[in-house]
C-alpha cells in the first residue's frame, strides 16, 4: 500500500515549479486531496510580503492541527528560507525545515527525517523530475532565478540571491520534451524575466529563446511574464509582437509613475521612458497589457499619490493589480520614514477602485467581437457551463470566460476555439464557440 503525499503550495507561480518538482521527486506517492489521510504533508511557503508571510503561517498552524498523528510536516520555501531559525524555534510542531535549495533532496530529507538549507538556491532544469499540475495542456517555465535588481521594497534577493539563468538550450529542451507529451500552451517565468541570460553575458537572450521556441512542433502559444522596466528593450516587445507563437501579453509591474517615487523605489527607468514602454506595447496589434502598483511606499506625498491615480484613470491597462506596501526588514525602504497604516490602506483602497474600472473597461472592450480562447474544461459556476480563456491571458490571473453555447462542437480541455463574445456577467465575459483553430 503506497503511502499518501498532500502538498499545499503557496505564493507565486515559480513557487509552484519547484514545489512540482517535489512532487517529481516523491513519485511513488499516492496525492491525497485530504490532509488528514496523508502520511506526508508539505507547504511550500511565501515569504514576500506581510501578508503573504501571514498565510504561510496561518496554512501551517491549520495544517498541525489537521493531520493525523504519526504524519511527517514539511515546510519549505521562502518563508522557511528568510526566517529559518525563528521558525526552527517557534514551530517546534514541524518536522522538516528546508529553504530554496533542497527541492530535488526532499525524497533523502523525509526518509531521513532531516532539515536543511543548502546555501545555493535551486533552479530547475531540462533534467529535473517534475509533475506538472492543474493543466494538461498548460505549464510553466522557470528560465532564471534570483534578480539582481535593488528595488527598495523587495527583500527577495537577500534569501534568493542574485540573479542564474538556465541556457537557452536547457530551456529549448525542457519545452521540446513538455510538448512531445502534448503540452501546447507555455508561460515563461522568473523574478525578472527580461534580465535573462545577463549574467551569462548575453543581453539578448530573451530574444533568442523567442525564435528558438517558435521553432518547437506542437507549441499553440505562450506567454511572458514578469518583464522589469529598465530590462524591457523596444526590441524585445517587436520580438515578441513578430512572433507566431508567443502572444502579445505584456506584464510590467512598474510600481509607480511619479519620477520622485520611482527613484527613491530604485526602478532604474524615470516616468518619460516608462510611459514610452508602456505607450509601444499598446501599440502592438492584439495587446494585453498587465501591470502593478504599491501603494504608500515611504516618501509618497500627496502629490506623488495624485499623479499615480491620474495616470492610472488614463492609461488603459487590462489588468492592474494593487499591494499596499509591506514594511519588508533587510530592504532599504525599512529604515525610511514610514506613512500611517491608514493613510496607505486609504490610498490602496482608491486606486482598488481604479484598478476594478480599468478591468471592466477591458472586460467591456471584448463585448460584440470574436476572441482566440482555450477551454479548460467544465466550469466551477455550472455543470453546463464550459470555463475558458483568451488564449492570450495568463492562467488563474486574468480571468475566465465562460461558454454556455457550444455550437455542438466536441470540445475537451485544451482546444482552442475563435468564440464571439456576447456580454459581460459581473467581470466574467459569455462566449459561443465558433469555430475550431
Known amino acids: 500500500m503506497s503511502k499518501k503525499l498532500h502538498l499545499i503550495s503557496l505564493g507565486c507561480t515559480k513557487n509552484l515549479v519547484d514545489s512540482e518538482v517535489m512532487l517529481g521527486k516523491l513519485y511513488s506517492y ?24 501571514e498565510e504561510s503561517i496561518s496554512t501551517i498552524l491549520e495544517a498541525n492541527e489537521l493531520r ?23 514551530l517546534p510542531e514541524v518536522d522538516i525545515f528546508m529553504g530554496v535549495g533542497d527541492y530535488e533532496r526532499i525524497d533523502e530529507l523525509i526518509l531521513n527525517r532531516q532539515s536543511s538549507f543548502t546555501p545555493q538556491v535551486y533552479l530547475a532544469n531540462e533534467n529535473s523530475p517534475r509533475v506538472i499540475t492543474g493543466s494538461s495542456y498548460h505549464a510553466y517555465i522557470k528560465i532564471s532565478e534570483g534578480c539582481n535588481q535593488k528595488c527598495s521594497f523587495c527583500a527577495i534577493p537577500t534569501f534568493k540571491g542574485r540573479l542564474k539563468s538556465r541556457s537557452v538550450e536547457s530551456v529549448v529542451t525542457e519545452v521540446k520534451m513538455l510538448a512531445e507529451q502534448g503540452f501546447r500552451d507555455f508561460s515563461f517565468i522568473s523574478q525578472d524575466t527580461s534580465s535573462f541570460g545577463r549574467d551569462l553575458g548575453q543581453k539578448d537572450a530573451l530574444i533568442t529563446l523567442i525564435k528558438e521556441v517558435e521553432k518547437i512542433e506542437g507549441i499553440k502559444s505562450a506567454r511572458i511574464l514578469y518583464l522589469y522596466p529598465s530590462t524591457t528593450s523596444f526590441e524585445l516587445i517587436d520580438a515578441i509582437s513578430e512572433s507566431k507563437v508567443f502572444v502579445n501579453y505584456f506584464d510590467m509591474p512598474i510600481q509607480h509613475i511619479s519620477n520622485n517615487m520611482l527613484k527613491i523605489m530604485k526602478r532604474g527607468l524615470n516616468k518619460e521612458n516608462t510611459i514610452k514602454l508602456l505607450e509601444y506595447m499598446r501599440s502592438k496589434e492584439d495587446s494585453f497589457l498587465r501591470t502593478a502598483f504599491i501603494a504608500g511606499h515611504p516618501g509618497e506625498s500627496e502629490a506623488d499619490f495624485e499623479e499615480l491615480k491620474e495616470f492610472l484613470k488614463s492609461f488603459n491597462f487590462d489588468r492592474v493589480s494593487i499591494f499596499e506596501y509591506s514594511h519588508e526588514e533587510n530592504t532599504s525602504a525599512y529604515n525610511l520614514e514610514q506613512l500611517p497604516k491608514e493613510v496607505i490602506s486609504k490610498r490602496a483602497d482608491i486606486l482598488g477602485k481604479i484598478a476594478k474600472e480599468k ?16 477551454v479548460d474544461g467544465i466550469s466551477s459556476e455550472h455543470e453546463l457551463l464550459l470555463s475558458g480563456r483568451d488564449y492570450r491571458w495568463a492562467p488563474d490571473i486574468d480571468g475566465e470566460i465562460l461558454i454556455n453555447d457550444t455550437n ?7 482546444d482552442y476555439f475563435k468564440a464571439y463574445i456576447s456580454e459581460i456577467a459581473g467581470d466574467i465575459p459569455l462566449a459561443t464557440l465558433k469555430e475550431r483553430v
Open 30 to 53: 499516492e496525492i491525497t486531496d485530504d490532509i488528514r489521510e496523508a502520511d506526508v504533508v508539505i507547504i511550500n511557503t511565501c515569504g514576500f510580503i506581510e501578508a503573504a508571510k
Open 68 to 90: 493525523k498523528e504519526d504524519s511527517i510536516l514539511v515546510v519549505s520555501g521562502c518563508l522557511s528560507e528568510r526566517y529559518k531559525e525563528e521558525l526552527i524555534k517557534e
Open 359 to 374: 478591468v471592466q473597461e477591458s472586460l467591456q472592450n471584448m463585448v460584440g467581437k470574436e476572441c482566440k480562447i482555450i
Open 408 to 414: 455542438d462542437f466536441k470540445v475537451n480541455s485544451g
